[in-house]
């Protein structure tokens, strides 16, 4: 095993956020290793957003450690995760409706300061990745929901991260967009030499593309595996209701 395989990208240690009674990250350990793709999957409610906000310094954990690269990053913002090479979008794009695709990205950048210290393509070049660049003056606003999916993710390659994590990326589009998108980003992923966790209900998106599949059920982490292994797992059929894989349901 080579050195930079055996230190983790990203290593949760027993983490915790309740809110009120409901815990809804309830004990997670988990290593995410560099170059991994790694799909989060569970139903609705079992945590997975909130492991994001978790991850990405929005939210403080009630208990347990976050370490990105050995670095003990609790009590940081999110902003420092930002800086630390932690990028994100969200489950519903988070954009400003009344700028161009290009003051998104203007946006973007100046949301997060002190970025000289990483190398990378600039961040024009993550418009052409999500084929945006010829739409570049147009309002954020006028375009359609997966084209704003896109511009969300040209927005977080341009702040060039080591770490990526996707919320759904793929969520309201039907199947030939969703493959369209799930190739951009596998292409930006391999083309940065990126890490990545991505939430998706798609089965067969998370079968094409995922390395390693984590499957989450009420806060907890109840396999974890290659698709094959958890395709095949007992209890990962039984959270999905008698085997919704094989008849390509979308979990709920
Ligand atoms: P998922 O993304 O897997 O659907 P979430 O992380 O959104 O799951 O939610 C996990 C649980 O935590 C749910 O029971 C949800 O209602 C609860 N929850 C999430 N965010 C909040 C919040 N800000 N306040 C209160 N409860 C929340
Ligand atoms: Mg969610």
Known sequence: ?????????????????SF?????????????????VVALIGPNGAGKSTLFALMMGELAASAGE??????????LSARAHARAGIGRTFQAPRLFAGLSVWENILAALGARTNRSDREGPPPADALGE???YERRAE?????????????????VLAL??????????????????????????????????????????DMETVFAHADRVVVMDRGAIV????????REDPHVQSVYLGGGFSHG???R
């Open 1 to 17: 095993m080579s050195e930079t395989a055996a230190t983790p990208v990203l290593e949760l240690r027993e983490l915790r956020r």
């Open 20 to 36: 009120g009674g409901v815990k809804a990250v309830d004990g997670i350990t988990l290593s995410v290793l560099a170059g991994d």
């Open 66 to 75: 976050i370490h990105l690269d050995g670095r003990d990053m609790r009590r």
């Open 130 to 132: 999500v084929g945006l």
């Open 139 to 155: 309002l954020a606003g006028s375009l359609s929901q997966g084209q704003r999916k896109r511009l969300e993710l040209a927005m």
């Open 160 to 201: 060039r991260p080591r770490l990526l994590l996707l919320d759904e990326p793929t969520a309201g589009m039907g199947v030939a967009e969703r493959a369209a998108v799930m190739e951009l980003v596998m292409a930006a992923v391999q083309w940065r030499r990126l890490t990545m966790v991505f939430c998706e209900h």
């Open 223 to 230: 396999a974890d595996g290659t698709p094959r292994e958890v």
């Open 249 to 251: 349901g979308a979990p």
